[in-house]
């Protein structure tokens, strides 16, 4: 009988033990925290880039194994195993090229990541094309608060994100539906005698929150001397869709959705000696259109480029 | 019989005091060998209930999921991305899917692959080595409704996970 009691009460020390070893296991599970300033975004139709920090602001080790992408538009999802440990009060950085996703999405989709814990805790995900608004713009986690701060500052309601200007070229103007080139690998290089495309992501971060379309009036343009003339030239915004680019289609309009990345397209060649080559010349987006039930407009200089003669 | 054993019988004497304290102690010490054997087959058959109750109390207590993501890939295959976040190997046998009307419904023909898409005939999520990760496709019988749902899953072990997943 005393066998079997001692034997009983082993059992219940095991039990008790495990309770204790669980609870402790979801006290930790509780106690994780680890916050995620990571920005979601669009590279092209099929890659979508993390940048960004994880920080452990918890007091224990936590190990991040899968993270999670989602374009809650196409619903597609992407998940990506991972083996980030993290020490109390550690900062790991998230950059290209490791987090570029292969993730098939749209201009203006809404992207999702959560990543996952060993303990089985979920980072929350936060959508990295919308903001929150409800009587003031706030940042919202892992915004770029440039973007916030030049609508603050008066310089206008549309914000561009500079990491998404490039170009891509053809020799001539091309035909409806002709898909784009490859991007040229010098961003900021441009040849007067190609036909060129420049791509930019603009956000619409008015304080009243309306939403703005652009019209056909919206350009790219350049100033610059000719023979000692002022000279301009200009690129128009144009219609790229799926890949594939529309230079003929008139009175193209883009809406930018509050708080949404959208990619703009401007395209067009500047006439042989409009402005001269070899020099550096700034470029400036002219943005019309309407915000609400109001006309809009805005200009914002933006970048240079190098002008080449071929 | 015999006319000694007769005459025993009759007279009502025991043959002998020590005789018969020999007979009473023998009789005491097979009733006890019996005894004891009785109670070491009970306390064995105890322990060994008992054994297997903690022990599956145990298992139970030790068995954790974590829904990663929950989707559908058509309007009648829900994939449930599922990771063992505990400390034992977890086996799912069955799998309850809220239907349009609200209620569960069971899956028993659910299928277990590891994310690479390899199936996993043990439905078994493993705790520490091996595939921790994995999926549950399960093909519905009606396309879920929009909103939140929810999905049940019930282990070997006889733990009940229950999570809410949204659908577009």
Known sequence: MSTVFVWSLSQNTLYNNTVTQTRQADLDR???????????????????????????????SVQIVTLWVLDANKKTYFNKSLSITLKPGNVTTLSDPAYN??????G??????WFITARGNTISEHQGTTINYNTEITNPPGSNSANYSMVSQ???SVAMNFSQFWHCDFALKPADGTLLPPRNSLNYTVSETNYTIFHVELADYDPLGEDITLNQYSTIYVIGPHSGTVMWGFWNLVNVTGGKIYPSLSGFKVTLPLGVQTD??????LPSKTIDPGNVYPLNILLYGTK???????NIPFVSVYLVSN | MKP???KLLKSGRAVSAVISNLILIGAVIAVGFVVIVWAQTQSSNYNKQYSSVIASDINQLQERITLEACYNSTPTTLNAYLMNSGTVNVTIWTVYVSSQSGSLTPYNNFKLYTFQNQLVSSNTLNATKGMREGYVQISLLTPLSGGSNLIRIITLGGSAFVFTFAVA
Request: aromatic content about 8%.
């Open chain 1, 154 to 156: 008066g310089i206008g």
């Open chain 1, 292 to 298: 609400g039930t109001s006309d809009y407009g805005q």
């Open chain 1, 30 to 60: 509780a106690n994780e925290k680890i916050v995620a300033d990571v920005n979601v975004s669009r590279v092209d139709d099929y890659n979508v880039a993390l940048n960004g920090n994880l920080s452990n602001n918890g007091p224990l």
């Open chain 1, 101 to 106: 996703i292969p993730l098939a999405n749209s």
């Open chain 2, 4 to 6: 000694r054993v007769q």
């Open chain 1, 108 to 113: 203006g989709d809404l992207l999702s990541y």
């Open chain 1, 264 to 269: 703009l397209y401007f395209a067009g060649s």
